[in-house]
């Protein structure tokens, strides 16, 4: 009644006035009386008390039941590490960060399911009615459905779901997240200040520190400042010990991950001696074990898991570190499924910073041993740090790696997409044999050094992806340029690695000296190694672009720009010539 008499915009207002008021109206309301319904009467005063508008609850939350608004906290990625405060916090058991039900826009939004009836999912019997033999006596007896002796002993209820976070669900479901710029409004995690504070404690429970590492990604993964700053403190608490005062030594376990992407001819001892090597001159020069693990294949998880506990001891804590995308969690979660134990699955997806807090991760271990999950440390100087969701699936490696070799003289240059490039600039020999280890999504390309300057301007952005499309080159930054000197003494093996930061390397073989020049977007990071895998294959590429879906698709874009510009120029003469024709016949 009263929408006939008011407007659209003046009912809304009206309703807005009074969001916890029932009331009733006793005469017929104008557009510009409102005196009955702001100051309602009394209920023996009303004309009609069956007639009566009551104003929906504005902070109602839809598939929630006994619903109680949760604020939302302060930003922050302690998540619950410390028992003191953990209590009176809800954090999300798949990535960590602090749960609310206030804000869709801020980080830790969850929504609190509906309680459902257990027979809400309760089969139904679609058998037709062509296959049914007789009636049943049931039927005839007037009961409609049969009694079921199954229900005497019901099957046991499936474990209940834990509720995560709005984000954790759409990464568990859709493998995306749904709004990126929430991302950026957590701080970065500052691993000095939540565990390095502990580590220089001379007393309390015995600490592990457990630096996960990506085999593939080796420099760009390494937790270069975490290996240091803990390192020193072993330094420093080990002097304190020899002289007789109180000294808590952490211990570093360095676990490699992700080893099933590497060659299965790679010799595991000689990848162990490299990674050794490696880590001691990225900072690691305490290292209690080293660890060769594969989440998906389980590989080395059950030693992985008795050294962490004999390490830790029955109450110590195991704090797992790494960059973003490493594969903490994943590995985490497969160390709970191979040791058999009942734990809440973290969230995992293959793009970077899918833990947001630190979560104390239950049923992993035995007895009183903590076991921590860190939110992925930020490597600014990886490549996948600039790199859209799109493009990172095209960097991401998933599968084992294969070699792509090329042989090469002076003057000539490899692309790997639109993200590095390698010129042979100077050598002592004429031929120098280079072998891309990237992800097989990536297009590659040789050609003349002379013409690499046009590949920005004509392929970037198409044939070369990543950057998807024209606009994203300029955004990924500037092109520069840096020098290295090689040096090998073998021809048919691989002597040195040229790699880049989330990406991949160009490893190189000759038998004598050269210089190379390696273009890449500036502030990202190019190492110099020995060479990780030293075989390269039998076969080699060819002069242009490889084969791939991506070349063939923009090439067939570009014909087709090509074919329609064509088509206009001929239209055009076309009518320039019909124009003629006309002119002539009129003189």
């Known amino acids: ?167 954790c669900h759409s990464l568990r479901n859709y493998g995306k997240v749904k709004d990126q710029t929430v991302e950026n409004l957590l701080p970065d995690f500052d691993f000095d200040h939540t565990v390095g504070k502990r580590l220089n404690s001379v007393s309390g429970t015995r600490t592990v520190v457990v630096m996960v590492v990506d085999a593939v990604d080796f420099d760009g993964s390494f937790p270069r400042k975490v290996a240091e700053l803990v390192s020193n403190t072993i330094d420093v608490h080990s002097r304190s010990w020899k002289e007789g005062k109180s000294g808590n030594l952490p211990r570093i376990v360095l676990v490699v991950t992700k080893i099933d992407l590497l060659p299965s001819s790679l010799s595991p001892t000689g990848f162990e001696h490299w990674v050794r090597t490696r880590a001691r001159e990225g900072g690691a020069t305490k290292l209690t074990k080293v660890h060769l693990v594969s989440a998906v294949k389980n590989w080395g998880l059950k030693n992985l898991a008795d050294d962490m506990v004999s390490l830790a001891g029955p109450r110590g804590h195991i704090w797992v570190i790494g960059a973003q995308n490493a594969g903490k969690s994943t590995l985490i979660n497969a160390m709970g499924k191979s040791i058999g134990g009942k734990m809440t699955i973290l969230t995992e997806a293959p793009i970077p910073g899918t833990t947001l807090g630190i979560v104390r991760v239950e049923g992993v271990l035995p007895g009183g041993t903590k076991l921590f999950d860190t939110p992925g440390l930020l490597h600014p100087h990886q490549i996948t740090t600039r790199l859209t969701t799109e493009e990172q699936k095209l960097v991401h490696i998933s599968k084992e790696l294969k070699p792509r070799t090329y042989r090469i003289k002076v003057g000539h240059s490899v692309h790997i997409g639109g993200l590095m490039r390698l010129d042979i600039e100077e050598s002592s020999v004429d031929s120098i044999y280079v072998t891309v280890w990237a992800s097989p999504h990536l297009p590659l390309h040789m050609g003349k050094t002379e013409k690499a300057s046009t590949m920005v301007e004509d392929h970037f952005g198409r044939q070369l992806q990543p950057p998807i499309g024209k606009q994203r080159v300029e955004e990924l930054g500037r092109w520069v340029r840096k020098e290295f000197r090689v040096r090998g003494n073998w021809w048919d093996s691989s002597c040195v690695d040229i790699a880049c930061g989330g990406l991949g390397w160009f490893a190189i073989g000759l038998k004598g000296e050269a210089v190379v020049g390696v273009w890449t977007y500036d502030g990202v990071d190019v190492t110099l190694r020995n060479a990780l895998i030293p075989h390269r294959s039998h076969t080699f590429e060819v002069t242009g672009f490889t084969v791939s879906k991506i070349v063939s698709k923009a090439d067939k874009s570009l014909n087709k720009q090509r074919q329609k510009q064509n088509e206009n120029e001929n239209e055009k003469k076309r009518k320039v010539g019909d124009l003629s024709c006309e002119l002539f016949i009129i003189k």
Request: aromatic share 6%; proline share 11%.
């Open 1 to 167: 009644m009263i929408s006939r008499k008011l407007t659209q915009s003046k009912l809304k207002n009206l309703l807005a006035l009074s969001p916890f008021t029932t009331y009733a109206y006793t005469q017929s309301v104008s557009n510009s009386s409102f005196t009955s319904i702001i100051n309602p009467p009394k209920i023996s005063d009303l004309l009609n008390p069956a007639k009566t508008l009551a104003t929906p609850n504005l902070h109602f939350r839809l598939f929630s039941s006994n619903h109680t608004s949760v604020p939302p906290p302060t930003l922050s990625r302690d998540g619950n590490y410390d028992e003191t405060t953990s209590q009176s916090r809800r954090i999300c058991p798949g990535c960590g960060i602090q749960m609310q039900d206030s804000d869709a826009k801020q980080p830790g939004f969850f929504i609190t399911p509906s309680v459902k009836d257990p027979t809400y999912k309760q089969q139904i019997d679609k058998n037709p009615l062509a296959d049914e033999t007789h009636i049943p006596d049931s039927l005839k007896k007037g009961i409609l459905i049969e009694p079921d002796e199954t229900l005497e002993n019901p099957a046991p209820k499936s474990p209940e779901r834990p509720v995560v976070c709005a984000r």
